[in-house]
């Protein structure tokens, strides 16, 4: 079982920038693909961004590609969300999760956490 606790959640002022971060605990998750996903209020969880286990390959939703950037350190069990020139409506909780096989379901998630973008 892989634990996930997201950070560096927060308020920024639209043009801004924060960088999220997702720590594993439990089995090692760097044969996992791991991926970000956000809620706005009265929305439905929307797909962000993946990355493959090396690292090699990420895919983004069409409405953050150019401003952000997902990136992975196996060594230190940690998946990273760099967000830049945010925007108001990038306001969500955020929430990072994993899958064994980038053929099935996300089946492990963390708890989320409060990015807020003021404009």
């Known amino acids: 079982q892989v634990r996930l606790v997201e950070s560096g959640g927060g308020l920024v002022k639209a043009g801004g920038s924060l960088r999220l971060s997702c720590a594993a605990s439990g089995r090692t998750f760097s044969n996992d693909e791991m991926g970000w996903f956000r809620q706005a209020p009265g929305k439905e969880r929307q797909f962000v961004a993946s990355?493959?286990?090396?690292?090699?390959?990420?895919y983004y939703t069409d409405s953050v590609k150019g401003r952000f950037t997902t990136s992975r350190d196996n060594a230190k069990n940690t998946v990273y969300l760099e967000m830049n020139n945010l925007k108001p409506e990038d306001t969500a909780v955020y929430y990072c999760?994993?899958?064994?096989?980038?053929?099935?379901?996300?089946?492990?998630w963390g708890q989320g956490t409060q990015v807020t973008v003021s404009s």
């Open positions: 999760a994993g899958r064994r096989s980038s053929l099935g379901s996300y089946d492990y």
């Open positions: 990355i493959r286990w090396s690292g090699s390959m990420t």
